[in-house]
T-cell receptor, first 115, second 109 residues
Framework: EPEVTQTPSHQVTQMGQEVILRCVPI?????FYWYRQILGQKVEFLVS????????KSEIFDDQFSVERPDGSNFTLKIRSTKLEDSAMYFC?????????????FGDGTRLSIL | GQNIDQPTEMTATEGAIVQINCTYQ??????LFWYQQHAGEAPTFLSY????GLEEKGRFSSFLSRSKGYSYLLLKELQMKDSASYLC??????????FGTGTRLQVFP
């Protein structure tokens, strides 16, 4: 079964540094998402992306965050100047927008640790 | 706000049946998903409801009442490997999912 893949699985970064999290969505999917989950808390929506632009973003997704689809397969989340509170598990997800009976498929996540 | 409420923790015995409830605000409802999440892992899809009634998938079933803003996930013939968090997630109007805090289920022998 096709999978959403994310790299790296674990990223350790100094506070203030830039970090890029990478995702390869399922190939025929049209909608892409980033979610995050702080340890012990619920999964929170960050941003959705369709047709090469952001379709929706949450309050968490401030100017420090950006997303990009640099080629036909990758979907990246960049955090420009990381803060301690950015430490979390970041999940990429994708779905086939036109078929709403299909779920969002999640990647295995990137654990981001800010020191 | 679009709050999703579910119990924080539940316990059950191997071989038993457990029901995990989820309530949500009905305005803008456009589908409800149940995901399973083992500690440190990604959510994995279990079931989807958009119309009233019961959806059955092997040992797992999910029920939806749109008028009541209520769903439950039913797990039958519990196994030790079913110990995990169960996440209720709702799609409102747009395509993003709003997640509940998750219900941590512990299955004992």
């Amino acid at each position: 079964e096709p999978e959403v893949t994310q790299t790296p699985s674990h990223q350790v970064t100094q506070m203030g540094q830039e970090v890029i999290l990478r995702c390869v969505p399922i190939s025929n999917h049209l909608y892409f998402y980033w979610y995050r989950q702080i340890l012990g808390q619920k999964v929170e929506f960050l941003v959705s992306f369709y047709n090469n632009e952001i379709s929706e973003k949450s309050e968490i997704f401030d100017d420090q965050f950006s997303v990009e689809r640099p080629d036909g397969s990758n979907f990246t989340l960049k955090i420009r100047s990381t803060k301690l509170e950015d430490s979390a598990m970041y999940f990429c997800a994708s779905d086939l927008f036109r078929d709403r009976n299909q779920p969002q498929h999640f990647g295995d996540g990137t654990r981001l640790s800010i020191l | 706000g679009q709050n999703i409420d579910q119990p924080t923790e539940m316990t059950a015995t191997e071989g038993a049946i457990v029901q995990i409830n989820c309530t949500y605000q009905t305005s803008g409802f456009n589908g409800l998903f149940w995901y399973q999440q083992h500690a440190g892992e990604a959510p994995t899809f279990l079931s989807y409801n958009v119309l009233d009634g019961l959806e059955e998938k092997g040992r797992f079933s999910s029920f939806l009442s749109r008028s009541k803003g209520y769903s439950y996930l039913l797990l039958k013939e519990l196994q030790m490997k079913d110990s995990a968090s169960y996440l209720c997630a709702v799609r409102f109007n747009t395509d993003k999912l709003i997640f509940g805090t998750g219900t941590r289920l512990q299955v004992f022998p």
